[in-house]
């Protein structure tokens, strides 16, 4: 069980690395939005009096939404590990700790781990496809599509793994161990 537990928690380190790292994409994110939004606005006013500046691009639109995709396939392991996910806490808060525990196993192993590694094997070819054909954007001035899609099945993998992790560490907790042995303390808000 010990040797599982360090599996674990070599798992959620480094998806906890992962988090702070692509956290900054959500300021890039922020950042490019609002310069698209006014270079927009600024292109109209421009536009009303006579002049084609062009500030503002599909490009910029596009990143937004890759670097929203990254931060939220690259995010969601650690959203498990630090229990940021959706759950039905009306029939989740009623158990106990076994009771918890039989819960959150149950749902890595019969649904979680399961459907992430479909969407990894599912979408392959797709990723395969898109970086063969090196996919652009059909937009004007769009970016490359081959670029993001590998993000996918890597994603999905990490959370796989991730539910990997929590289902060790419910099987220590039915096993008797304590939280701090099993690493179920609060994640570290860093």
Not at 3 to 16: H, K, M
Not at 74 to 80: K, M, T
Not at 96 to 113: E, F, K, P, Q, S
Not at 159 to 167: K, N
Request: net charge positive; charged share 20%; proline share 4%.
């Amino acid at each position: 069980m010990r040797l599982l537990l360090r599996f674990a928690a070599v798992v959620d380190g480094l998806n906890r690395r992962l988090a702070r790292l692509v956290a900054w994409l959500a300021l890039v994110m922020v950042l490019i939005g609002a310069y698209n939004a006014v270079a927009r606005s600024a292109d109209s006013q421009l536009a009303a009096h006579g002049i084609e500046l062009r500030l503002s691009s599909n490009a910029y639109l596009e990143l937004q939404w890759y670097l929203f995709s990254m931060l939220f396939l690259l995010a969601a392991p650690y959203a498990l590990r630090a229990g940021a996910h959706v759950r039905v806490d009306i029939l989740y808060g009623a158990h106990g700790r076994r009771g918890r525990a039989w819960t959150d196993l149950l749902g890595n192993v019969v649904l979680l781990i399961p459907f992430c590694l479909f969407a990894v094997w599912i979408s392959w070819e797709f990723v395969a496809d898109s970086l063969a054909k090196r996919e652009m954007s059909n937009d004007p001035g769009g970016l490359p599509r081959w670029i993001l899609k590998p993000i996918v099945p890597v994603g999905f993998f990490l959370l796989a793994l991730q539910g990997v992790s929590e289902a060790i560490k419910r099987v220590a907790v039915l096993a008797g161990l304590s939280d701090d042995e099993v690493g179920l303390d609060e994640p570290q808000a860093s």
